[in-house]
């Protein structure tokens, strides 16, 4: 039964590959180069009738037309950089899935370095605020720690870092 | 020892303070509509073009049609329901004296386009024949209807998608295009002449 099943869902993966290779049948390069940044750029211009797709994925037409001028363009020999600035010249910065850098997107870029950093920070200020002796440990309970470490042996003594620190895991 | 706690607060209040701008950031989001997008035209000139007429294959139009006064350029066709619907606002904007210029955008068949004009009436004083979109692209029109608000200079002021009715007209378009002819009005008399000769 679930060969079955792996059966059927692996034909139904294959037909979905051919219908979208389908869609692309249609132009042919003269040079495999100007097909692969063909490939690219339909796959990174995005359709502004159907939000949410590249012109390679939607059948509106419109982002037919939009492959058909992205195909003249690079038969052309247009670069891709041109491509793009044609496409955003008409559509906006919205036509392209990599938004260019600047102050209304720069939440895009440094949002997730923000994230990062302020995770990091978070723990690092934990981490330190556990390592730091000055919390738990009330003066007296220095001076009994001072006094266990005072009357350890020399072997004991080299480690007394790491004693310490197990000391004062506990309480917490 | 009271420093500490002010900090511990702080902490503490952050995740409550992310979360209120993050409700604000998306209630906002429900009321805008993410399909109207602004035109990347707006404050640029009108591209060049060459199109036939709608009525007539022999008449050619250029950019230069779209020059010298404040006015719509609505584009349509007639496989599109919404244009169908702003249609009679149009033929009264155009009663009221507003100069709207046509764009049939990638038509069925020229036949149906004049069809549709002969019996719904023709609000353009253009008529623009865009058979495959081309020239629709340079516009970034991503579909029908769409309408740009073009200043005496020839270049796009403002760009409405969807249809446009009275409540877009009195809110959106209307006061926009009487700034525009405001400022064409004003201008010295000669240079109004010379414009409308050219």
Known sequence: MTRLFTTMWLAALLCLGTAHAANLQTYSFDDPSKEALFRELINEIRCPKCQNQTIADSDADLAKDLRDRTYLMVQEGATKQEVVDYMVARYGDFAYYRPPVQTSTLVLWLGPLVVVLAGAGVILWRVRSRGNTDIGLSTDEQAQLAKLRGTSSPTVDTNADTNADKDKGDPS | MAQRSKLKWIILAFPLLLFLWLTIFLLRGLFSDPTELSSALVGKPVPAFELPD????EKMHTEAVLKGRPMLLNVWATWCPTCQAEHAYLNKLADEGVYIVGLNYKDDSRAKAVNWLNTLGDPYQVNLFDERGMVAIDFGVYGAPETFLINMNGEVVYRHVGDVNERV??????????????????????????????
């Open chain 2, 54 to 57: 709608v009525y007539n294959p």
């Open chain 2, 169 to 198: 007209w009195k809110n959106v378009l209307g006061p926009k295009y009487e700034a525009a002819m405001a400022e064409y009005l004003n201008q010295p008399m000669e240079a109004q002449t010379a414009a409308a000769g050219g």
